[in-house]
Protein backbone atom coordinates (compact mmCIF):
# COMPACT_ATOMS: atom_id res chain seq x y z
CA UNK A 1 0.00 0.00 0.00
CA UNK A 2 1.43 3.27 -0.65
CA UNK A 3 -0.21 6.99 -0.10
CA UNK A 4 0.00 9.91 -2.47
CA UNK A 5 -0.43 13.26 -0.92
CA UNK A 6 -2.00 16.69 -2.83
CA UNK A 7 -2.70 19.79 -1.96
CA UNK A 8 -6.02 21.02 -2.52
CA UNK A 9 -7.08 24.61 -3.73
CA UNK A 10 -10.91 25.05 -3.51
CA UNK A 11 -12.76 28.34 -4.25
CA UNK A 12 -14.22 29.97 -1.26
CA UNK A 13 -17.64 28.38 -2.45
CA UNK A 14 -16.03 24.87 -2.53
CA UNK A 15 -14.36 25.87 0.47
CA UNK A 16 -18.06 26.14 1.98
CA UNK A 17 -18.97 22.61 0.71
CA UNK A 18 -16.03 20.79 2.04
CA UNK A 19 -16.20 22.75 5.37
CA UNK A 20 -20.09 21.58 5.59
CA UNK A 21 -18.68 18.40 4.90
CA UNK A 22 -16.91 18.09 7.71
CA UNK A 23 -19.45 19.30 10.23
CA UNK A 24 -21.96 17.11 9.40
CA UNK A 25 -19.50 13.87 10.07
CA UNK A 26 -18.48 16.02 12.92
CA UNK A 27 -22.02 15.73 14.33
CA UNK A 28 -22.70 12.84 12.82
CA UNK A 29 -19.70 11.15 15.06
CA UNK A 30 -20.74 12.43 17.88
CA UNK A 31 -24.17 11.28 17.88
CA UNK A 32 -23.17 7.50 16.72
CA UNK A 33 -20.92 7.60 19.48
CA UNK A 34 -23.93 8.75 22.10
CA UNK A 35 -26.44 6.28 20.68
CA UNK A 36 -23.67 3.35 21.52
CA UNK A 37 -23.07 4.52 24.83
CA UNK A 38 -26.75 4.22 25.46
CA UNK A 39 -27.52 1.27 24.02
CA UNK A 40 -24.97 -0.24 26.17
CA UNK A 41 -26.01 1.45 29.71
CA UNK A 42 -29.14 0.84 29.13
CA UNK A 43 -29.99 -2.47 27.29
CA UNK A 44 -26.17 -4.07 27.52
CA UNK A 45 -26.39 -4.16 23.85
CA UNK A 46 -23.24 -3.45 21.99
CA UNK A 47 -24.04 -1.66 18.67
CA UNK A 48 -21.85 -2.91 15.53
CA UNK A 49 -20.34 -0.76 12.52
CA UNK A 50 -23.14 -2.26 10.41
CA UNK A 51 -25.77 -1.50 12.95
CA UNK A 52 -24.68 1.89 13.22
CA UNK A 53 -24.97 2.34 9.10
CA UNK A 54 -28.33 1.34 9.34
CA UNK A 55 -29.59 3.76 12.13
CA UNK A 56 -27.58 6.23 10.26
CA UNK A 57 -30.14 5.78 7.38
CA UNK A 58 -33.08 5.98 9.15
CA UNK A 59 -31.75 9.29 10.87
CA UNK A 60 -31.02 10.46 7.32
CA UNK A 61 -34.43 9.32 6.35
CA UNK A 62 -37.08 10.70 8.99
CA UNK A 63 -36.04 13.83 11.10
CA UNK A 64 -32.22 14.78 10.98
CA UNK A 65 -32.40 16.47 7.79
CA UNK A 66 -28.66 17.77 8.16
CA UNK A 67 -27.00 14.58 7.30
CA UNK A 68 -28.37 14.95 3.61
CA UNK A 69 -25.49 17.62 3.47
CA UNK A 70 -23.10 15.07 2.66
CA UNK A 71 -23.10 11.52 0.98
CA UNK A 72 -23.81 8.48 3.14
CA UNK A 73 -20.70 6.60 1.65
CA UNK A 74 -19.29 9.44 3.47
CA UNK A 75 -21.09 8.74 6.68
CA UNK A 76 -20.70 5.28 6.54
CA UNK A 77 -16.77 5.75 7.04
CA UNK A 78 -18.13 7.82 10.29
CA UNK A 79 -19.02 4.66 12.22
CA UNK A 80 -15.88 3.04 10.78
CA UNK A 81 -14.19 5.03 12.97
CA UNK A 82 -16.10 4.89 15.68
CA UNK A 83 -15.81 0.93 15.53
CA UNK A 84 -12.35 1.48 14.88
CA UNK A 85 -11.78 3.39 18.06
CA UNK A 86 -13.76 1.09 20.44
CA UNK A 87 -11.88 -1.96 18.99
CA UNK A 88 -8.09 0.06 19.78
CA UNK A 89 -9.60 0.53 23.04
CA UNK A 90 -10.10 -2.79 24.00
CA UNK A 91 -7.06 -3.74 23.05
CA UNK A 92 -5.57 -1.47 25.06
CA UNK A 93 -7.11 -2.55 28.08
CA UNK A 94 -6.28 -5.99 26.87
CA UNK A 95 -2.55 -5.28 26.23
CA UNK A 96 -2.19 -3.32 29.42
CA UNK A 97 -0.48 -0.74 27.23
CA UNK A 98 -0.77 2.83 28.29
CA UNK A 99 -3.63 4.82 29.17
CA UNK A 100 -7.24 2.52 27.87
CA UNK A 101 -8.41 5.73 26.48
CA UNK A 102 -12.15 5.31 26.08
CA UNK A 103 -13.55 6.74 22.40
CA UNK A 104 -14.24 10.88 23.13
CA UNK A 105 -16.72 13.28 21.81
CA UNK A 106 -15.25 15.17 19.19
CA UNK A 107 -15.33 19.27 18.84
CA UNK A 108 -15.10 20.98 15.17
CA UNK A 109 -11.58 21.59 15.58
CA UNK A 110 -10.68 17.89 16.51
CA UNK A 111 -12.50 16.31 13.37
CA UNK A 112 -10.71 17.67 10.59
CA UNK A 113 -11.01 14.61 7.56
CA UNK A 114 -13.26 12.62 5.89
CA UNK A 115 -12.87 9.47 3.93
CA UNK A 116 -14.66 8.38 0.17
CA UNK A 117 -14.59 5.15 -1.48
CA UNK A 118 -12.35 4.56 -4.59
CA UNK A 119 -14.79 5.08 -6.81
CA UNK A 120 -16.40 8.22 -6.54
CA UNK A 121 -13.26 10.50 -7.44
CA UNK A 122 -12.19 11.34 -11.28
CA UNK A 123 -9.00 13.68 -12.12
CA UNK A 124 -8.11 15.16 -15.17
CA UNK A 125 -6.00 18.14 -15.54
CA UNK A 126 -5.02 18.84 -12.32
CA UNK A 127 -8.12 18.86 -10.78
CA UNK A 128 -10.14 16.38 -8.99
CA UNK A 129 -14.32 15.31 -8.94
CA UNK A 130 -15.29 14.13 -5.87
CA UNK A 131 -19.08 15.01 -5.74
CA UNK A 132 -21.51 16.72 -8.26
CA UNK A 133 -21.72 19.72 -5.19
CA UNK A 134 -17.99 19.94 -5.50
CA UNK A 135 -17.56 20.02 -9.43
CA UNK A 136 -13.87 20.54 -10.62
CA UNK A 137 -11.52 21.35 -7.56
CA UNK A 138 -8.08 22.64 -8.70
CA UNK A 139 -5.29 19.96 -6.98
CA UNK A 140 -1.18 19.86 -7.28
CA UNK A 141 -0.58 16.77 -8.49
CA UNK A 142 3.15 16.70 -8.41
CA UNK A 143 3.72 12.96 -9.65
CA UNK A 144 1.67 10.47 -11.24
CA UNK A 145 -0.49 8.08 -8.88
CA UNK A 146 0.50 4.17 -9.26
CA UNK A 147 -0.83 0.90 -8.57
CA UNK A 148 -5.15 0.12 -7.78
CA UNK A 149 -6.93 3.42 -6.00
CA UNK A 150 -8.19 1.95 -2.76
CA UNK A 151 -10.02 5.28 -1.37
CA UNK A 152 -9.48 8.88 -0.99
CA UNK A 153 -9.31 11.12 2.22
CA UNK A 154 -10.13 14.77 2.33
CA UNK A 155 -7.78 16.44 4.92
CA UNK A 156 -7.69 20.31 6.48
CA UNK A 157 -4.46 21.16 8.73
CA UNK A 158 -4.75 23.64 11.17
CA UNK A 159 -3.94 26.43 8.99
CA UNK A 160 -6.98 25.50 7.02
CA UNK A 161 -5.28 24.24 3.93
CA UNK A 162 -7.19 21.14 2.38
CA UNK A 163 -5.05 17.99 1.37
CA UNK A 164 -6.21 14.81 -0.71
CA UNK A 165 -4.79 11.14 0.50
CA UNK A 166 -5.15 8.55 -2.35
CA UNK A 167 -4.49 5.16 -0.94
CA UNK A 168 -3.17 3.07 -3.65
CA UNK A 169 -2.33 -0.64 -3.93
CA UNK A 170 1.23 -0.88 -5.31
CA UNK A 171 2.94 -4.46 -5.82
CA UNK A 172 5.95 -4.26 -4.05
CA UNK A 173 9.24 -4.03 -5.67
CA UNK A 174 11.87 -7.16 -6.19
CA UNK A 175 15.77 -5.82 -6.04
CA UNK A 176 17.54 -8.60 -7.25
CA UNK A 177 20.84 -7.12 -7.42
CA UNK A 178 20.63 -6.40 -3.50
CA UNK A 179 24.52 -6.18 -2.36
CA UNK A 180 25.19 -7.92 0.66
CA UNK A 181 28.41 -6.19 2.04
CA UNK A 182 26.42 -2.80 1.60
CA UNK A 183 25.38 -2.83 4.61
CA UNK A 184 25.00 0.09 7.22
CA UNK A 185 24.09 0.15 11.19
CA UNK A 186 22.20 3.67 12.42
CA UNK A 187 22.03 4.82 15.55
CA UNK A 188 19.70 8.06 16.80
CA UNK A 189 21.04 10.51 18.73
CA UNK A 190 20.82 14.54 19.96
CA UNK A 191 23.45 16.13 18.53
CA UNK A 192 23.67 14.61 15.02
CA UNK A 193 20.40 12.87 14.32
CA UNK A 194 21.45 10.37 12.86
CA UNK A 195 25.34 8.39 13.24
CA UNK A 196 26.56 5.65 10.99
CA UNK A 197 28.57 2.70 11.05
CA UNK A 198 30.61 3.90 8.44
CA UNK A 199 31.15 7.08 10.62
CA UNK A 200 29.32 9.62 8.99
CA UNK A 201 26.39 11.49 10.42
CA UNK A 202 23.91 14.21 9.85
CA UNK A 203 23.28 16.97 11.95
CA UNK A 204 20.21 18.00 14.36
CA UNK A 205 18.93 21.29 12.86
CA UNK A 206 17.09 21.83 15.58
CA UNK A 207 14.12 23.31 13.45
CA UNK A 208 11.38 23.64 16.81
CA UNK A 209 14.79 25.61 18.91
CA UNK A 210 14.84 28.38 16.01
CA UNK A 211 11.40 28.84 15.61
CA UNK A 212 10.85 28.74 20.06
CA UNK A 213 10.94 32.29 20.77
CA UNK A 214 8.80 33.10 18.38
CA UNK A 215 6.48 31.01 19.29
CA UNK A 216 6.66 31.52 22.48
CA UNK A 217 5.69 35.19 21.90
CA UNK A 218 2.72 34.26 19.61
CA UNK A 219 1.32 31.92 22.29
CA UNK A 220 1.74 34.87 24.71
CA UNK A 221 -0.22 37.21 22.50
CA UNK A 222 -3.04 34.21 22.09
CA UNK A 223 -2.69 34.30 18.31
CA UNK A 224 -3.82 31.43 17.21
CA UNK A 225 -3.22 31.91 13.89
CA UNK A 226 0.06 32.88 13.79
CA UNK A 227 1.28 29.85 16.48
CA UNK A 228 -0.30 27.53 13.53
CA UNK A 229 1.58 29.11 11.08
CA UNK A 230 4.37 28.34 13.09
CA UNK A 231 3.89 24.95 13.59
CA UNK A 232 3.31 24.24 9.84
CA UNK A 233 6.61 26.19 9.48
CA UNK A 234 8.48 23.68 11.65
CA UNK A 235 6.77 20.37 10.39
CA UNK A 236 7.30 21.13 6.71
CA UNK A 237 11.17 21.76 7.02
CA UNK A 238 11.47 19.29 9.35
CA UNK A 239 9.56 16.42 7.21
CA UNK A 240 11.61 18.33 4.19
CA UNK A 241 14.94 17.26 5.66
CA UNK A 242 13.89 13.67 6.67
CA UNK A 243 13.07 12.87 3.39
CA UNK A 244 16.57 13.99 1.74
CA UNK A 245 17.96 12.02 4.96
CA UNK A 246 16.23 9.10 4.44
CA UNK A 247 16.75 9.15 0.51
CA UNK A 248 20.44 9.83 0.63
CA UNK A 249 20.33 6.62 2.56
CA UNK A 250 18.58 4.45 0.67
CA UNK A 251 19.77 5.26 -3.01
CA UNK A 252 23.49 4.55 -1.16
CA UNK A 253 23.01 1.32 1.05
CA UNK A 254 21.65 -1.93 0.27
CA UNK A 255 20.50 -3.00 3.72
CA UNK A 256 19.50 -1.10 6.50
CA UNK A 257 19.26 -1.53 10.26
CA UNK A 258 18.29 0.98 12.65
CA UNK A 259 17.31 1.12 16.68
CA UNK A 260 14.24 -0.14 17.47
CA UNK A 261 13.26 2.18 19.95
CA UNK A 262 10.24 3.03 22.37
CA UNK A 263 9.71 6.37 22.15
CA UNK A 264 7.21 7.09 24.05
CA UNK A 265 8.59 5.16 27.06
CA UNK A 266 12.24 6.87 26.44
CA UNK A 267 9.94 10.59 26.31
CA UNK A 268 8.56 9.54 30.28
CA UNK A 269 12.18 8.72 31.65
CA UNK A 270 14.38 11.35 30.25
CA UNK A 271 15.46 14.89 30.86
CA UNK A 272 13.33 17.70 29.56
CA UNK A 273 16.17 19.17 27.54
CA UNK A 274 16.90 15.91 26.35
CA UNK A 275 13.58 15.64 24.86
CA UNK A 276 13.36 18.51 23.31
CA UNK A 277 16.44 17.13 21.07
CA UNK A 278 14.93 14.09 20.49
CA UNK A 279 11.67 15.13 19.65
CA UNK A 280 13.33 17.92 17.05
CA UNK A 281 15.56 15.10 15.53
CA UNK A 282 12.48 13.45 14.95
CA UNK A 283 13.26 9.35 15.29
CA UNK A 284 10.08 8.22 14.69
CA UNK A 285 9.51 10.07 11.58
CA UNK A 286 12.98 8.85 10.08
CA UNK A 287 12.62 5.71 10.70
CA UNK A 288 9.42 5.80 8.94
CA UNK A 289 10.25 6.97 6.06
CA UNK A 290 13.57 5.04 5.69
CA UNK A 291 11.19 1.50 6.62
CA UNK A 292 8.44 2.95 3.36
CA UNK A 293 11.56 4.11 0.89
CA UNK A 294 13.63 1.16 1.73
CA UNK A 295 10.55 -1.13 0.82
CA UNK A 296 9.59 1.24 -2.45
CA UNK A 297 13.25 0.92 -3.48
CA UNK A 298 13.41 -3.20 -3.44
CA UNK A 299 15.98 -2.62 -0.32
CA UNK A 300 16.29 -4.51 3.05
CA UNK A 301 15.42 -2.68 6.22
CA UNK A 302 14.96 -3.80 9.85
CA UNK A 303 15.14 -2.63 13.54
CA UNK A 304 17.10 -4.49 16.52
CA UNK A 305 16.87 -4.38 19.94
CA UNK A 306 19.19 -1.69 21.38
CA UNK A 307 20.11 -3.11 24.79
CA UNK A 308 23.91 -2.14 25.59
CA UNK A 309 24.37 -1.48 21.91
CA UNK A 310 26.30 2.03 23.31
CA UNK A 311 28.17 -0.01 26.42
CA UNK A 312 29.46 -3.35 24.40
CA UNK A 313 32.87 -3.12 22.41
CA UNK A 314 32.19 -3.47 19.13
CA UNK A 315 35.60 -5.20 18.85
CA UNK A 316 35.67 -7.61 21.22
CA UNK A 317 32.40 -7.80 22.60
CA UNK A 318 33.01 -6.88 26.25
CA UNK A 319 29.73 -4.35 27.84
CA UNK A 320 31.57 -1.51 30.04
CA UNK A 321 28.60 -1.27 32.81
CA UNK A 322 30.11 1.70 34.05
CA UNK A 323 29.77 3.78 30.87
CA UNK A 324 27.45 6.80 31.56
CA UNK A 325 25.60 9.26 29.09
CA UNK A 326 28.22 11.88 29.63
CA UNK A 327 30.86 9.57 28.08
CA UNK A 328 30.91 10.75 24.55
CA UNK A 329 33.77 7.92 23.59
CA UNK A 330 34.32 4.21 23.65
CA UNK A 331 37.55 3.51 24.69
CA UNK A 332 38.21 -0.65 25.43
CA UNK A 333 41.15 -3.01 26.93
CA UNK A 334 41.69 -4.64 23.70
CA UNK A 335 42.75 -1.06 21.96
CA UNK A 336 39.76 -0.30 20.06
CA UNK A 337 38.31 3.46 20.37
CA UNK A 338 35.94 4.91 18.76
CA UNK A 339 33.03 7.58 18.94
CA UNK A 340 30.46 6.27 21.13
CA UNK A 341 27.25 6.97 18.63
CA UNK A 342 29.89 4.87 16.14
CA UNK A 343 30.13 2.40 18.46
CA UNK A 344 26.64 1.93 18.89
CA UNK A 345 26.12 2.30 15.04
CA UNK A 346 28.69 -1.13 14.26
CA UNK A 347 26.74 -2.99 17.29
CA UNK A 348 23.12 -2.54 15.39
CA UNK A 349 24.74 -3.62 11.91
CA UNK A 350 26.28 -6.69 13.81
CA UNK A 351 22.91 -7.43 15.51
CA UNK A 352 20.83 -6.65 12.08
CA UNK A 353 23.12 -9.17 9.89
CA UNK A 354 22.97 -11.80 12.28
CA UNK A 355 19.28 -11.83 11.83
CA UNK A 356 19.39 -11.39 8.79
CA UNK A 357 21.26 -14.87 8.76
CA UNK A 358 19.23 -16.59 10.83
CA UNK A 359 15.92 -16.17 8.93
Not at 103 to 109: G, I, L
Not at 200 to 207: H, I
Request: charged residues 30%; hydrophobic residues 30%; glycine residues 6%.
Amino acid sequence: MKVFKYRVYPSKRQNTVLKRYLSVCQKTYNKCLEYKIRKYQEEKISVSEFDLNKKICEWRNSSEDWMNGCGIAILHDVSRRIDKAFKSFFKRIKDKSGKSGFPRFKSNHRYNSFTMPRFTCKFKDNKMRLTNDLGWVKIKQHRKIEGKICGYTISRNSCGDWFIQITSDVPTKHFNGINHSNNIGIDFGCKDVLTLSDGSSFKNLKFYKKYEKELAKAQRKKRKDVVAKIHKKITNKRDNYCHQIANEIVKKYDIIFTENINHRSLNSQTFKTVRKSMSDGAWNKLSLFLSYKAEDAGKIYGKVNPAYTSKKCSNCGKIHENQSLSDRKMSCDCGYSASRDVNAARNILALGLQGLEKS
